[in-house]
């Protein structure tokens, strides 16, 4: 097989606890990803000249900085690849809404080549490589729902019930350097246990300070509201709450006004990605 393509699912924080800051700038957190049913997706073509060429370009990210291109690359340097791919980009995740897209893009980058060349390694070995790209890649790489901690990147495998989730995006894109480094933000948050975990505990520490800086999202939280406990996932902007069925979320989205982009999803506890890759790859898909 030559060309393949795979999901690129985007994921929501249902909490995040920031429980101290280290002394490199890092912050030490806990948070629990829920892996959605909903995402981009990502279309493979390898070819023999090692030229690694990406069709789609994301307004303000120049080619090189672009984490599909960047795990590209990195996955070749690890295993001295001598393949090379054409890969094209359906945008859906919105960028800057805290939903992981760009992870997402780049672990989906890293085993989908690990399969199509044939590069034999294992999903640790994938998820070491993804460290060096982000936080945020390794839990896309392993495929599973996780409490998460350190600086996100320590994982524990959870199921989490998979509810339907509304989720919100307004018309702002949030600079995570930014809210990390306000003076504001909570940073001694208390750590919790994953044996203790309740959703009476789910806040999100960075939220009151984005409410602040970026007024719509606090709108967005405001009108979601009316529906149930709403909070933002990662540094923003994006908003969310849970419904009981897919009708119930539907007939919310439905309402949603027209200023803001949104979109219904199922929580996942395995990845769309993993799922896919199991049917194409039968025998041929990274070890976990």
Not at 33 to 61: C, E, H, M, P, R
Not at 217 to 241: H, R
Request: hydrophobic letters at 40%; proline letters at 5%.
């Amino acid at each position: 097989m030559s060309a393949v393509t795979l999901p690129s699912p985007a994921k929501l924080n249902l909490f995040l606890h920031i429980t101290g800051r280290r002394d490199n700038g890092y912050h030490d957190l806990q948070t629990l990803f829920q892996l959605l049913d909903y995402g981009d997706n990502l279309t493979f073509k390898a070819n023999t000249t090692s030229k690694i060429t990406l069709s789609a370009s994301l307004d303000g990210v120049d080619a090189n900085d672009n984490l599909i291109i960047r795990a590209a690359r990195l996955l070749q340097d690890k295993t001295s690849c001598k393949q090379g791919c054409a890969i094209s980009l359906d945008k859906r995740i919105p960028m800057g809404g805290g939903l992981g897209g760009g992870s997402s893009n780049a672990a989906t980058t890293l085993v989908g080549l690990n399969a199509l060349w044939h590069c034999g390694l294992s999903l640790e070995d994938l998820a070491a490589m993804g460290r060096e790209l982000g936080a945020d890649v390794p839990v896309f790489v392993q495929g599973n729902s996780a409490f998460a901690e350190g600086i996100g990147d320590v994982l524990t495998p959870i199921d989490i019930p998979e509810q339907w989730y509304l989720v919100i995006t307004p018309n702002v894109q949030v600079s995570t350097a930014e809210i990390f480094s306000h003076p504001q933000l909570t940073r001694n948050s208390p750590p919790i246990k994953i044996r203790a975990l309740s959703g009476v505990q789910y806040r999100n520490d960075c939220q009151t300070v984005v409410e602040k800086s970026y007024p719509a999202v606090k709108q967005a939280l405001e009108w979601i509201a009316d529906y149930n406990n709403p909070l933002m996932t990662g540094t923003g902007a994006s908003v969310f709450c849970c419904f009981a069925n897919q009708t119930e979320a539907q007939q919310a989205l439905d309402l949603v006004p027209k200023q803001w982009s949104a979109f219904i999803a199922r929580g996942e506890n395995r990845s769309t990605l993993h799922q896919q890759l199991g049917k194409i790859f039968t025998g041929a898909s990274p070890s976990g």
